[in-house]
C-alpha cells in the first residue's frame, strides 16, 4: 500500500527559471536534520514529509508559467477587419 504523493505526479515546474538559492534555503528549513525512524510507519511519514518538503519548495522558488495561448486582449471583429485592410493595402501599395 503506497500513499505517495508520486502516484499522480504535479505539472513540472519550469525548472530553468528556479532561484536554486532560495530553494535552497528554503528546503534547509523545511527538512529536519536528524529525523528518528524507528518503524516503517516512520520512514513513510518521513518519505511523505520529505517529498512534500522538495515540492513546495520548488513551487516557492519557481516564477508561475504564464498560461498557453495569446497573451493579448480579444479585438473586436470591425478594427481587425480595418487592420486586415489596412495589411492588404500595404502589401498592394
Partial sequence: MC????QH??????VRRTDWA??????????????????????DTCVEHFSGAILGTLEASTPK?????????????SIQDEIRLKNRLRRRW
Fill in 3 to 6: 500513499r505517495s504523493p508520486f
Fill in 9 to 14: 505526479p504535479p505539472d513540472r515546474p519550469d
Fill in 65 to 77: 508559467r504564464r498560461p498557453i495561448g495569446d497573451p493579448r486582449p480579444q479585438i473586436p471583429a
Fill in 22 to 43: 532560495k530553494f535552497h534555503t528554503y528546503l534547509e528549513a523545511e527538512i529536519p536534520f536528524n529525523p528518528e525512524l524507528h518503524n516503517s510507519m516512520d520512514i
